[in-house]
């Protein structure tokens, strides 16, 4: 396959801009190479950037992209960009890549984007209402997820309670002791509705992976677990703006790519990790990923599907509320859907061959799904 | 309807892109933007419409009416803020979503009732006016 550049343009003026902040600067840039190309936002599918994060490209151009790449090491980052997009396009990940710089490096104006100055939109339009990262932010959409739905206190609780009963089963896990509905709501008060086993463990921890092609898998010595599908988003870079508190749409559209490629329905699937910073996060992931119609999570977890023994075994290492949480917990959920694959898991899933693997980052910002299998396909 | 503060809330740093919505608290309006090519309303502020790329936008004044569409009351310290606080994201009559905090009225689940109708009003922190909601149609 040959991928070609259709689009480039510069911003309008170069020079001195104080009229614009860095992220406008992307964006004027953006439109120019749209119009270059004669094309609109939404015709894009793929976004690389570096300077800013991709996640506040897209949301500010309108863009909902199913492939993003923020890698950032410096001002050949857009050669990478460019190298990673015909790699993407040629995988079938994107069709249409935007890749942007901008750069207010004379007018200082607006710098530190994706949340580090000021100037940012989450400083402007977050910042001052007291927002406190993840415990405040991640957790705003529950009230109205539970007005629209009728889920319970109880209900969400129970979601802690079942991932308790799994990580009773693993030597490795931070907490191990059995808790029940009342234990969860008589702990202390984070923030309305969320009370403190409700929310990720804070700990230290680390892991890594490997991979190398299918044909040579077999050559080392632990059992292959190969990849057989994969997905990806962004949204927003901020809570407030997501188009629905009850939904996230990189959920969706990250977890519909991963399942469909990896050619597989529902009923495949024999294991299941969603990332769990907080107790909503897998009532989220079973509908964003359509294992559950919408509004009917709570009350799946709620019958035991998702505990040992159950129908759909998941986040069996515990998850974040209760094995390991060290800030960003992506990394031990794909360790588990390996154990899994590979037969070695603590609470080990009997013959299961399919993992599907839901991760969240930036809260709501950004996921990647990754559907693993141990058999050769 | 404007309230003075001296709390040190973070403070925002307005860009050129963002100047017309500060300077619209300043003057006690809530300013939006709507795209002239295909009518979007949207938040927050840029020259650009994230529905369609045209640049074609104006700003306008809303209405400053909303409802309250979701909530966490944050239990844990902040600098800015007594006791437990509610963190809120107010759906504005015209559309857009905007986090914000609710004042005058106590910060309780059975004092926040989801849906109940907000109307926006202004803190200022020397030249920065913050919008706050307040329950509709409650003293000032």
Redesign the interface.
Known sequence: MTVAIVGAAETTELGRIPGMSQIQLHADAALNTLADAGLKAKDIDGVATAGESPVGIAHYLGIAPRWVDGSSVGGCSFMLHVRHAVAAIEAGYAETVLVTHGESGRSGIGRGGGGGGRGSLSAQFEGPYGSMGPTTMFTIGVLRYMKRYGMSHEQLAMVAVVQREWAGMNPRASYRDPITVDDVLNSRMIAYPFHLLECCLVTDGGGALILTKAERARDFPAKPVYILGSGESVETPMVSQMKDLTSSQAFRIAGGDAMRSAGIGHADVDHLMVYDAFAHLPIWGLEDLGFCARGEAAAFIEDGNTRPGGTLPLNTNGGGLSYMHSGMYGMYALQESVRQMRGTAPAQVPGAKVSVCLGVGGMFAASGCIVMTNQMP | MAETSTRP??????????QHFWDGTKAGELRLQRCNDCGHVY??P????????S?NVEVFAASGKGKL????????P?P??DG??A???VELDEGP?????IVDCEQT?EALV??MPLSVTFEYHGDIA?PLFRPAGSAS
């Open positions: 809330r973070p403070l925002p740093q307005p860009t050129p892109e963002t938040f927050p840029r020259p650009l419409c994230p529905a369609c790329s640049k569409a979701s909530y966490v009351i944050n239990h844990r902040h800015s803020f437990p606080y963190i809120a994201v979503t905007m986090l914000s905090n689940p989801l849906d913050i």
